[in-house]
T-cell receptor
Framework: DGGITQSPKYLFRKEGQNVTLSCEQN?????MYWYRQDPGQGLRLIYY???????QKGDIAEGYSVSREKKESFPLTVTSAQKNPTAFYLC?????????????FGPGTRLTVT | SQQGEEDPQALSIQEGENATMNCSYK?????LQWYRQNSGRGLVHLIL?????REKHSGRLRVTLDTSKKSSSLLITASRAADTASYFC??????????????FGTGTLLAVQP
């Protein structure tokens, strides 16, 4: 099966703890993205990566960090510096490196921080 | 207001009827894409229309693009209960360097009553 997997589906953490969300794709896509979705809002871009070992901040990168050591993997760490981390997090990938193509999304991780 | 805004915010129709959703945007775009999201799931790409195209069809979907009015519409014909979902438009806009990014609207929630 080709696609994007995200794990876990639900994640609960205490305030002040860092947490890492997993994203893996076997589509051989160059570009990968992390979005945040809050109720009643559209998706907002956190980070994106066009090639291995390179990534760029999106619109709401503060309090988040990423790595891209392998083409298939783009994990997102939500740090304790993120003021309001409870949200639905979506990972996506796309062929090419200029973000003009369609994006393929994973099933999402719902993070709750108390 | 945001780059992409869908109208209406919510739409309820009977099975077999047509559903029309509209999207307006502000800046020049490379292309415009429509996505579907079932509750609590990832997004699924439906259709992409380039800035030099005016209309595109895919199965029961028809998308139009009017760059002079900076607007697009998504028509779903002969709707089914399985079409119940949120629908998002996303505009691919220049983001600096040699890349673009997708800007998502807030979505239209479509409910198809059996």
């Amino acid at each position: 099966d080709g696609g994007i997997t995200q794990s876990p589906k639900y994640l609960f953490r205490k305030e002040g703890q860092n947490v890492t969300l997993s994203c893996e794709q076997n589509l051989n896509h160059d570009a990968m993205y992390w979005y945040r979705q809050d109720p009643g809002q559209g998706l907002r871009l956190i980070y994106y990566s066009q090639i291995v070992n390179d990534f760029q901040k999106g619109d709401i990168a503060e309090g988040y960090s990423v790595s891209r050591e392998k083409k298939e993997s783009f994990p997102l760490t939500v740090t304790s510096a993120q003021k309001n981390p409870t949200a639905f997090y979506l990972c996506a990938s796309s062929p090419g490196t200029y973000a003009v193509n369609e994006q393929y999304f994973g099933p999402g991780t719902r993070l709750t921080v108390t | 207001s945001q780059q992409g805004e869908e109208d209406p915010q919510a739409l309820s129709i009977q099975e077999g009827e047509n559903a029309t959703m509209n999207c307006s945007y502000k800046t020049s775009i490379n292309n415009l894409q429509w996505y579907r999201q079932n509750s609590g799931r990832g997004l699924v790409h439906l259709i992409l229309i380039r800035s030099n195209e005016r209309e595109k069809h895919s199965g029961r979907l028809r998308v139009t693009l009017d760059t002079s009015k900076k607007s697009s519409s998504l028509l779903i014909t002969a709707s089914r209960a399985a079409d119940t979902a949120s629908y998002f438009c996303a505009t691919a806009v220049f983001y600096g360097g040699a890349t673009n990014k997708l800007i998502f609207g807030t979505g239209t929630l479509l409910a198809v009553q059996p």
